[in-house]
């Protein structure tokens, strides 16, 4: 099959045609791995191809789930594939290869996806942006120069190329809505609790992190969470099951919500960008044109204390993830063997006590109250997923200045001594100023979702994001559904 052919069908368009005859599993492996083989060199999405064994697996016959056949990449962070090396975008990692499947990965394989290969990712999933020291950067297809967003930004850019319709993908702090936000794409964050995150772990990251995939289409998203969804043995969480197929919403009538939007930014004294902003006020004006009540509202929570609540769970869980190397490498980890920002991140983390963690930890509960207090009133959150467009490569990465300032402070362990300063206060918000708006859900743990309705005056992807309440995922896959026949983006491609 052409390309053409291949990239007109979505996840479950391609399995239809294979369990109709129409087209083989192997047909689909094979147009997959030709679109990666001409566009990968120039993205660098797709880090361990996995290519023979996908096509044997395609030969030999795949689960005849609702995804027969149709080629899936894992991101190289979350979810292990037994006997593939897992490197978590860091050196230190690139020779651990996991003993078993992560249930997840479990799943989707049982829906008959055929794993084509790992995608790229931060080191330790950290950043919004893509750009690990041990693969390089992944670069946006819509625009080479600029980024595809992270932590997912190798799942992101695959699927906006048109490698594979759908990717796994994961989200600690926006690591599925940024990459959607910035690659023109659905990235759908599920609940906490809602898909697993076993056999090894029991929480992700507090509960902050959870992972399902990004798509073209919203019925791939909605059908792939039907497939995935629910608790598996010693789940820290249960989640009562939706009312019907997540599929079935996709095409339900939502009905008419209430729906607050915001263009504050969330931190104090910061800005939005116009075309973020504009990207708001075109999607409740259309919002309205479909019969919703819409209305400009306050952010419905405490932005700065979001920002620190994340920060102490960010530094906290980078200083463990560091610790736990040594069970690898056999040794204490040293600066050398992990990115210069991920040892200070680390370092950061050891200079807070237990009872800081806890009280940051405590807050989490004060935002989830603000959101539940919201919801009493409107049914969905409105809010840019970024305040500003996809940045330029490198953009984000440390100044010279600032390479010697880490450099001296890993070298003499002096993260105590930054705290004390406050610049670990005024770099972290830097850090979180371009994406302040996709952290709070992590901590509520509802379900979000960033959807592509607006592209830049020069060509870049702007999603928005829509919030709704905890176990709330069928209300956002119904109004998704309706944006989609409104004003489809699938249609929609870079001219890579």
């Known amino acids: 099959m052409t390309f053409a052919e291949y990239d007109q069908l979505d996840g479950l368009a391609q399995a239809d045609l294979v369990r109709r005859g129409q087209l083989t599993a192997a047909d689909l492996c094979a147009a997959a791995v030709a679109r990666a083989e001409a566009v990968n060199p120039c993205i660098n999405a797709v880090v361990r191809p996995l290519y023979e064994a996908a096509e044997a697996r395609a030969a030999a016959g795949l689960p005849t789930g609702p995804f027969g056949g149709v080629p899936f990449l894992l991101k190289d962070f979350g979810a292990q594939y037994a006997g593939v090396p897992h490197s978590s975008g860091s050196r230190a990692l690139r020779g651990f290869v996991p003993a078993q499947d992560a249930e997840l990965v479990r799943r989707w394989q049982a829906a008959g996806l055929n794993v084509l290969g790992k995608t790229n990712t931060p080191e330790f999933a950290l950043m919004g942006v893509t750009e690990p020291a041990l693969f390089g950067p992944t670069r946006n297809p819509w625009n080479l120069d600029h980024t595809p967003g992270g932590s997912s930004g190798g799942a992101a850019a695959a699927v906006a190329a048109g490698i594979v319709p759908v990717a796994g993908a994961g989200d600690g702090g926006g690591s599925i809505r940024i990459p959607a936000a910035c690659c023109g794409l659905f ?28 798509s073209r289409s919203v019925r791939d998203s909605a059908a792939l ?160 997923t970024l305040a500003v467009p996809p940045v330029r490569i490198g953009e984000l990465q440390p100044k010279p200045t600032e390479q010697l300032l880490l450099k001296l402070v890993n070298t003499f362990g002096l993260g105590g001594l930054m705290r004390r300063s406050g610049l670990v206060e005024q770099l972290a918000e830097q850090s979180l100023e371009k994406t302040p708006y996709t952290q709070f859900v992590n901590l509520t743990g509802q379900p979000a979702m960033s959807v592509p309705l607006h592209w830049t005056t020069n060509g870049l992807p702007c999603g928005v994001q829509f ?21 489809p983006w699938f249609g929609r491609r870079p001219a890579l």
């Open 187 to 214: 990235g759908l964050k599920p609940s906490r609790g809602r898909n697993p995150t076993g056999p090894e772990q029991g929480e992700k990251w507090q509960g902050a992190a959870v992972e399902h995939v990004l």
């Open 225 to 384: 969470l039907d497939a995935t969804a629910g608790p598996d043995a010693g789940a820290p969480y249960f989640l009562p099951g939706p009312a019907r197929l997540y599929l079935e919403e996709v095409s339900r009538e939502p009905g008419r919500l209430r729906i607050g939007f915001s263009l504050q930014h969330p931190l104090s004294g910061k800005t939005l960008h116009p075309e973020c902003a504009t990207a708001v006020r075109e999607a409740a004006a259309l919002l309205e044109s479909l019969g919703h009540h819409v209305e400009e509202i306050p952010l419905p929570f405490d932005g700065p204390a979001v920002a620190r609540a994340f920060l102490m769970l960010y530094f906290g869980e980078t200083g463990a993830s560091i610790a736990a190397l040594a069970q690898h490498l056999g040794r204490p980890a040293r600066p050398a063997d992990v990115e210069p920002t991920t040892w200070l991140l680390g370092l950061l983390g050891r200079t807070y006590s237990a009872a800081d963690f806890a009280a940051a930890r405590h807050s989490w509960n004060d935002c989830a109250r603000s959101l539940g207090r919201f919801h009493q009133t409107y049914d969905l959150l409105l809010t840019p």
């Open 467 to 487: 919030v709704a309440p905890m176990g709330a995922e069928d209300v956002l896959f119904r109004v998704a559904g309706q944006l989609e026949q409104a004003q």
